[in-house]
């Protein structure tokens, strides 16, 4: 007799998960019914107390709607309608929340309706209301596809298993590994596991370490667990690099032949000063009628990146570079991108170009699209050409140069700098009055020593030189997506790749106008009126620039935005006010710009539209892969915040209060935006409750406030690097 039999024979034991496993079979075959005696065998279920059990749960999911009576003493499962498959968002305190686009609202899952359901899992729920109220519960019924089977965690060891504790702190249980899949792996140490199996009988999954990654806290250890917990790769495979070697370095006759040859033409490159990789640069020349010839020239990735491909299979698998506080994870090996693509002054390159021939007043008289060869004169970073902004001058000092010595730079380069300056205001003016949205939020960037651990802190802001870069940037971008998608105002309906960005929601906007009311800001709200919500957004923006509260207010307006996406489906740009928008500029470090490259040329060769199913899915996987890469990213800074405060530990620091929950107060502090936490019981001056309305802690005794944006006094308790956690002690509020 098995354990399960033995166990349920006991005299009124109550049998476990018994809604879950008759939902579990009803749900298996949902037109068949099933009276107690069928569950019950089901079941391996044989004593009368089991089999009551049965009968009496049947009777209570009739009750709740669950399930139906087909015919006497016969349960079958509910009629579908109040069943939905969508997606599980799982919170850091164990509840969830379901997200479907059949629904209007998420419906709330409770951790004890989750049965085994994961972040970003694909299940379906069942929809009830909850006991005597209105308010709408969901119970996962059944999980359809795991989002993710693999987790980085620290292994706890005991004599004959193990237990990996997860870093994700949405993963709320913890992955038993017998001991015969440890791979050797010892007490203490981080491991990638991979999930196996999660047993009825067991309240956690199993699993099997498939690599162990090192000790906790080790630099290297944390940065490869990060891009490990998003599934994103460290390295190439040998013959991926193989591949990539076998690439022609040099540009034969017949290839340039092939192209427009503007090597003779004036070009440069704008980068930042740390850039390996070139993937754009600016051509300038004055024309005979006084208009100006600008050329927009990207790295023409797609003639070595060829289709069916192992390179293109791996570049389309990654979608995008990663961008670590200390490294790059490329999208592509380092001999295309920073090597033979790469447009590195005194080469020749072969690029994918877009040139215009503009006036005076920023307007594009004449446009064209194609391949051509390219010979760069100056390499720039940011700072260099923002001094020739500055000054006017042609010296560039020492302690702005790269080389750290001063040099001079050509008069025609002075001369193209500052035209294109003047005319990227002029563009940049006519977005914000069409209805675009600056987010000129300050970065936040890290002094590395040289074992890559945070030494200082500095803020990286956009001034005029990056500005200018991004107009012409955004100029292209427009004008190809233009080009392929409108004929004379009307669409084409060719197929393309398209970056485009939803209107914003409604709720949220309204939430971020209460929460900076709070502060004295106003933010009119008006979707009718685009123009009025977009100038109000913009001049919240501007208002709170360079005070204590702005990344904060920063973060919310960015979040009361909709998500840029690629799809084949135009819809628009909001945030930047076009109509057509594509990704045409960055083709070394986002695939979907390989896409648009590979597609402007078949339709510049004549060829006919194609079919859009196969490239929706290609860019549904590029925009989720950006989302990965975004999260690693974020992830990266948070360990550097975390692994920097380390050594500031008995430091005071002002910070504004960022975020209040029922479990206490995130403080983001103002010199460098480093967030942490002050939880609720270690406020000692009172016994304080949340209050959702007033985004506030208020202490029961005194009425006192920690409110949303207060300036309070702190200093870090504990720094938990595993977790990216930084916890604080409050010494006092600040009155401002």
């Known amino acids: 007799m098995s354990t399960r039999k033995k166990i349920y024979k006991k005299k009124g034991n109550v049998i476990k998960d018994l809604t879950k496993k008759i939902l579990k079979i009803l749900n298996q075959s949902p037109s068949n019914s099933y009276n107690y005696k069928q569950l019950s065998s089901k079941l391996e279920i044989t004593d009368a107390s089991g089999r009551n059990q049965i009968i009496q749960k049947l009777e209570e999911l009739k ?36 997200i479907c686009e059949e629904l209007e609202k998420d419906i709330y899952i409770p951790a004890r309706n989750l049965n085994r359901g994961l972040d970003k899992d694909t299940v379906k729920i069942y929809k009830y209301n909850r006991k005597n109220s209105s308010k709408e519960e969901g119970d996962v019924v059944e999980i359809i596809k795991r989002a993710k089977t693999e987790f980085v965690g620290v292994l706890q060891l005991n004599k004959n298993f193990g ?31 991979k999930m196996t199996d999660w047993p009825d009988n067991s309240k956690n999954p199993f699993g099997e370490v498939l690599e162990i990654l090192g000790m906790p806290g080790d630099h290297e250890t944390e940065i490869h667990s990060i891009l490990l917990e998003y599934g994103l790769p460290f390295k190439f495979q040998e013959k991926v690099e193989a591949e990539a070697d076998l690439i022609p370095l040099e540009i034969s006759k017949t290839e340039i032949e092939n192209r427009r040859d503007m090597r003779k033409d004036l070009t440069f490159t ?24 600008i050329g927009i020239h990207i790295a023409d990735v797609s003639h070595y990146l060829q289709e069916k491909t192992i390179l293109d299979d791996e570049a389309y698998s990654r979608a995008t570079s990663v961008y670590l506080v200390d490294r ?39 446009e064209w699209f194609g391949r051509t060869v390219t010979y760069s004169d100056q390499r720039f970073a940011y700072e260099e050409a923002q001094e020739i902004i500055e000054t006017k001058a042609n010296i560039i000092s020492e302690e702005i140069s790269i080389t750290g010595e001063s040099y001079t730079v050509q008069p025609a380069i002075v001369e193209a700098v500052l035209k294109l300056d003047k005319l990227a205001k002029i563009l940049r003016k006519k977005r914000l009055q069409q209805g675009a949205i600056t987010f000129d939020r300050v970065e936040v960037k890290f002094n590395l020593n040289e074992k890559s651990e945070p030494i200082g802190v500095f803020f990286k802001e956009s001034k005029d030189a990056n500005k200018l870069i991004e107009e012409f940037m955004l100029l292209a971008n427009r004008k190809v997506a233009e080009f392929v998608g409108s004929k004379k105002g009307v669409p084409t309906k060719n197929t393309f790749i398209y970056r485009v960005h939803d209107e914003p929601d409604e709720d949220k906007l309204m939430s971020l106008q209460t929460i900076v009311s709070k502060f004295g800001y106003k933010n009119k709200i008006d979707l009718k009126n685009k123009q009025t919500t977009s100038s109000s957004l913009n001049q919240l923006l501007q208002d709170v620039h360079g005070t204590g509260e702005a990344n904060m207010i920063e973060t919310l307006a960015v979040r009361s935005m909709s998500k840029a996406v690629y799809t084949t489906d135009n819809i628009g740009h909001y945030g930047l006010a076009f109509d057509y928008y594509s990704h045409f500029t960055s083709p070394i470090r986002r695939y979907p710009d390989v896409m648009t490259h590979r597609l402007l040329q078949h339709y510049l060769d004549g060829g006919k539209s194609p079919k859009p199913e196969g490239y929706e899915e290609k860019c549904k996987h590029s925009s989720d892969m950006e989302q990965l890469a975004s999260k690693a990213e974020r992830d990266s800074i948070k360990y550097m915040q975390v692994k920097y405060m380390e050594d500031h530990k008995d430091q005071e620091f002002e910070g504004v209060i960022s975020g209040v929950t029922e479990w206490g107060i995130y403080v983001e502090i103002i010199e460098n935006k480093c967030e942490g936490m002050v939880r609720i019981r270690e406020i000692k001056d009172d016994y304080y409750l949340y209050d959702e309305k007033q985004y506030a802690l208020v202490g029961q005794s005194t009425k006192n406030l920690y409110q949303l944006g207060d300036h309070v006094l702190i200093k870090v308790k504990h720094t938990d690097l595993e977790r990216k956690h930084l916890d604080f002690n409050l010494l006092e509020k600040i009155s401002k």
């Open 270 to 293: 704008i980068d930042p000063k740390d850039a390996k990789d070139f993937d754009d640069a600016l051509s300038f020349e004055v024309l005979e009628n006084g208009n100006y010839e």
């Open 63 to 98: 009750g709740q709607k669950k399930v139906e009576e087909a015919e006497r003493g016969k349960f079958k499962i509910a009629p579908a309608s109040k069943y939905y498959i969508g997606i599980l968002d799982v919170t850091t305190n164990g509840n969830a929340y379901f």
């Open 163 to 193: 237990f990996v504790v997860p870093d994700d702190s949405k993963m709320y249980s913890d992955i038993f590994v017998a001991k015969n899949k440890l791979k050797d792996a010892e007490n203490g140490v981080k491991v990638l596991v």
């Open 328 to 366: 790059v994870v490329p999208m592509l090996p380092e001999v295309l991108s920073n090597g033979v693509c790469s447009l590195r002054p005194n080469e020749e390159k072969l690029t994918f170009s877009a040139v215009f021939e503009m006036n005076e007043k920023g307007h594009v008289l004449n």
